[in-house]
């Protein structure tokens, strides 16, 4: 059972487009939802988080929507760049010890 | 980089062998977890270690088991090995219980034939 559910699967945007990702979640006791960036070779790394308290979280190009209504948010990626082709996965926790992760979503930023 | 780091990079196992897997957190930090990531999936949580004690397990067999060690490394242990055991193992360090602060490290490929 997939706690967390993630899209889309592969994503293909110009450079200087903008990105989106969604993922929705129904366990209401998340309440911290991370995305992590994941280049080949590499693990996850931390890219930007939102608590539940708030509905929008920006931090440089990576803004994060939350619609805690809804159970869903989202990453926006603004003025993507070829830097940003990646994996992206969303995760939603409660508490700190079991940290769920959507399936990802392989991002193409186009030169 | 983060500094987190693991051995080995890559490890080739049959069915049926035991296979240990090692980890160094990130100085100062104290909770080690480990995951699972079979290809093209998102990683899943096996258990975390904080302070030497396990802290939480996710949905994984007793033939999984860990190790935490008073530096705060970590050892992964995996009995019987199985086809589907092949993924890449994650370890990550945080300090305390704060997931803000966690860093992963770059796995070890596991190949289990």
């Known amino acids: 059972q997939q706690q967390v559910k993630q899209s889309p699967q592969s994503l293909i945007v110009q450079k200087g487009g903008i990105s989106i990702i969604n993922c929705a979640y129904e366990?209401?006791?998340?309440?911290?939802f991370p995305w992590y960036q994941q280049f080949p070779g590499k693990g996850p790394a931390l890219l930007i988080a939102i608590r539940p308290d708030v509905s929008e979280k920006k931090e440089g190009r990576f803004t994060i929507s939350f619609n805690k209504s809804a159970k869903q948010f989202s990453l926006h990626i603004m003025d993507s760049q070829p830097g940003d082709s990646a994996t992206y996965f969303c995760a939603a926790e409660a508490g700190a010890n079991n940290l769920f992760f959507g399936t990802g979503t392989r991002l193409t930023v186009i030169p | 980089e983060t500094g987190v780091t693991q051995s080995p990079t890559h490890l080739i196992k049959t069915r049926g062998q035991q296979v240990t897997l090692r980890c160094s957190s990130q100085s100062g930090h104290n909770t080690v977890s480990w995951y699972q990531q079979a290809l093209g999936q998102g990683p899943q949580f096996i258990f975390q270690?904080?302070?030497?004690?396990?802290?939480g397990r996710g949905n994984f067999p007793p033939r999984f088991s860990g190790l935490q060690f008073p530096n705060y490394s970590s050892e992964l242990n995996v009995n019987a090995l199985e086809l589907d055991d092949s993924a890449l193992y994650l370890c990550?360090?945080?300090?305390?219980?704060?997931?803000?602060?966690?860093?992963f490290g770059p796995g070890t490929r596991l190949t289990v034939l």
């Open positions: 990550a360090s945080m300090r305390g219980q704060s997931t803000d602060t966690q860093y």
């Open positions: 270690y904080y302070r030497e004690e396990e802290n």
């Open positions: 366990n209401t006791a998340f309440d911290y």
